[in-house]
Each structure stands twice: as C-alpha cells, then as structure tokens.
C-alpha cells in the first residue's frame, strides 16, 4: 500500500499486487515498491521458505510501482528477472521510463534497476520444479509488453494491470489492444481463480469470466462517454477534457487526473467510436 499526495496535502491510498508462486523453486511476480519488500519476504518465510529459494523474478510490465522492489530482491538471492522485451528498456533504465512516463516520486520507492535475463513472450513458460508452471500470454494495452501470467495446476490466472478495473483510474494506452487482451484472457482454458494487479479481491469459477468482461464494459462506457465530450466541446477536444469530461460522469475525483491518465483519453480519441458491444459469436469461452 502506498499513498498519492494531492496539491492539498491529502492522500489517495493506492496498492500494488504481488504475487509469489510455490514449487521447488519460489517465483515472485511484480515487486511492487521498494519499501514493500520485507512484506514479501515474510510472505515467503510464512510458507517455511527463505530468499535463497527465489529463482525466479516475473515483473508483468515496466511501471515504477510494479518494478520497485527490483533491487532489493536481487539482493536476496540472484533471481533470474524475466519480463517482455517491449518493456524491458524501461525496466534496466529507470530514466529512459522517467522521461517517457514521468511520475511524480517514482524515484523514491524505486530500487535498482536490474538486467533482465528472461525475455518471457508468448507462449514462454517457466517450471519451477515439482510440476509448477508459468506460462506467459503476452497481453498488451496497459503497456507494449504487459504480460499476464496462467499457472495450470492451480487454475491461476494473473493479469497484472492489463484488465481495467470498474469505478477504478482508468490506465490504458492502446484501447484496440486492450480488448484484445481481454479477449485473449477470456479463452484462457480452465481458468479458475483471477488474481488482476487493478484490484485486491480474488475472483473465482464463474466470477472470472464476468471480472473480464466487466473491465471490458468499464472500456466501452469509457469511450460512449469520450464520445460524448467530442460531441459537447467540438472534435478539436483535448484528451484532458475529454478525461475531466469523463471523470465528472463517473464520480471520479478530478485530483486524480494525472497526466499517465491523460494517455488513456488520448487512446480513446485516436480511434474511432468502439461498436457498443463485442462481435456475435466472441463471447463463448472455456
Ligand atoms: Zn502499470
């Protein structure tokens, strides 16, 4: 858990999700922010296991909150890092991603950065030994190379921040791309428990399908609504209008109209208007 200050002092409680997946061999998946690190390593030491069975590092994408304990994990026990090679740039250069992606006090909960040895694509796996397996679905949209993650034995389905979350910032910046992904996870096959990064509940059997097609709704009202502002302020509209526009509609606080949030409105408006639902026939899975 980590907290946003507004120019007035106040704060925006947000968290990240890690994750840590058990065979012979531990993996973690997304380390968070720096100052989180003991939290995970006690996670391990709960389930009688030390730093020195961490293999493995799987970060789901580049961003600053995702990669943060990065540094400090590789402290432990030299884990392998792994990631998609679209994203890897701004993970082995925190200020190629500052300049790109600024955010304010990314710094600060950064440690690091890290050489990332595992370039994890689709269909890449990694066995942790005892029968566990990863595999990766590459699943752009929040980020060139988000990937999300399908543990078979467990029925695990790990979506990092690639499924947006109703009600939540919207943070996305390739909005075709995103429903892709969507519909990429919907045909994950035997998927059974949904952990996504975008919140902190758990779904489970039929709840995963509906999350996923949730988040895809929360996009489509998103672009009704973008395509409202475009009717009210002119086709000349700013993403950052278009965004105060939809943020007003939502109930969202217009604090929290950062500029990595201006990108997904500048998404939407390159496009044309998405068709209210998806194609006939797409919605059949597992
Ligand atoms: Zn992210």
């Keep these: 858990m980590c907290a946003r200050a507004l120019p007035d002092g106040r704060r925006i409680p947000r968290f990240v999700t890690s994750c840590v997946i058990e065979g012979e061999r531990l993996a ?39 990669i943060g304990g990065n540094g400090v994990l590789a402290g432990w026990a030299r884990p392998r890092f792994h990631a998609h090679p679209l994203d890897r740039p701004w993970i082995e250069d925190l200020g190629l991603q500052e300049r790109g992606r600024p955010v304010p006090g990314m710094r600060k909960i950064s440690s690091g950065p890290v050489k990332v040895g595992g370039a994890l694509e689709e269909g890449g796996e990694i066995d942790l030994g005892g029968g566990v397996r990863v595999q990766a679905l590459h699943t752009p ?22 499924l947006p979350e109703p009600g939540t910032l919207p943070i996305y910046e390739d909005v075709p791309a995103t429903l892709a992904s969507l519909e990429k996870l919907r045909a994950v096959k035997g998927a ?36 409202q502002a475009q009717g009210e302020k002119g086709a000349g509209v700013t993403p950052e209008e278009a965004g105060r526009f939809v943020f007003a509609a939502l109930g969202l606080p217009s604090e929290a109209m950062i500029a990595i949030v201006g990108r997904t409105f500048a998404a939407h408006l390159a496009i044309a208007p998405l068709a209210e639902e998806r194609p006939a026939g797409s919605r059949e899975r597992r």
């Design 28 to 66: 973690v998946v997304d380390t968070s922010v720096a100052p989180a690190a003991p939290k995970i390593l006690a996670y391990i030491e709960s389930l009688g296991r030390g730093p020195e069975d961490l293999a493995h590092v799987i970060n789901t994408h580049c961003h600053f909150d995702h």
């Design 141 to 162: 949209g929040h980020s060139p190379g988000s990937l999300s993650l399908f543990v078979p034995g467990d029925g695990a389905l790990i979506s990092g921040d690639v």
């Design 192 to 227: 059974e428990v949904l952990l996504s990064a975008m919140s902190k509940k758990v779904w489970r059997g039929r709840e995963v399908g509906e999350h996923i097609d949730a988040g895809e709704g929360y996009v489509r009202r998103i672009d009704r609504l973008v395509r």
